[in-house]
């Protein structure tokens, strides 16, 4: 059974720091991983999706990497804004053709001005 | 752009009461779902739709119904809510399976 982790389970910085986010999978025959965003009271917003194939995805400051062998992934944040607070969520799609994804329990980002 | 659009936002029901819960998309999305977040628990699927017509389980699909006879509406029944149905259920939807899940804005469900 398909499991995702994600550590810290809260982060408090300053602003401008770089910061990485980690998640990890332990079932390593996914179809693709996806970064969501949630406000509070909010749903979610898609950030980034890395198909298996894929190393990394850019958007922006943010850039995801996935290491598929080892059950990993990262989202790294650069120069962080008071805007970026919020909790971040990753999600891992199996290889059916169900489109299930399995959610990690999410970082909660603050992000200090 | 509406995007995905759920309703009601907030709901109080008692225990045993029935009520359906409004998911409508305007991108044409063949692929839909729903989740319930629960704390400590995270999201967890419902039911899911990979087009009009064709709907199947997800991991808790139990004392919930869907249909799903248009492409754009996929409403969540709950046949005789119970206490352990308390929770924000989100509804989502995607050009296909794999591709990037848009979310409404979630319904914030208590069952008294």
């Known amino acids: 059974k398909q499991e995702v982790t994600q550590i810290p389970a809260a982060l408090s910085v300053p602003e401008g720091e770089n910061l990485v986010l980690n998640c990890s999978f332990t079932d390593s025959a996914i179809y693709n991983l996806q970064w969501f965003r949630q406000d509070p009271g909010k749903g979610l917003t898609s950030l980034l999706l890395?198909?298996?194939?894929?190393r990394e995805q850019t958007s922006g400051r943010l850039n995801a990497s996935l290491d598929k062998s080892s059950g990993r992934s990262t989202l790294y944040i650069a120069a962080s804004q008071p805007g970026d607070s919020a909790t971040y969520l990753c999600a891992v799609c199996g290889s059916s053709n169900t489109g299930k994804l399995i959610f990690g329990q999410g970082t909660t980002l603050q992000v200090k001005p | 752009n509406a995007g995905v659009t759920q309703t009601p936002k907030f709901q109080v029901l008692k225990t045993g009461q029935s009520m359906t819960l409004q998911c409508a998309q305007d991108m044409n999305h063949e692929y839909m779902s729903w989740y319930r977040q629960d704390p400590g628990m995270g999201l967890r699927l419902i039911h899911y739709?990979?087009?009009?017509?064709?709907?199947d389980q997800g991991e808790v699909p139990n004392g919930y119904n869907v249909s799903r006879s248009t492409t754009e509406d996929f409403p969540l029944r709950l046949l005789s809510a119970a206490p352990s149905q308390t929770s924000v259920y989100f509804c989502?939807?995607?050009?296909?399976?794999?591709?990037?899940?848009?979310f409404g804005d979630g319904t914030r469900l208590s069952i008294l």
């Open positions: 989502a939807s995607s050009q296909g399976a794999y591709q990037p899940q848009h």
């Open positions: 739709s990979v087009g009009a017509g064709i709907t």
């Open positions: 890395i198909q298996s194939s894929q």
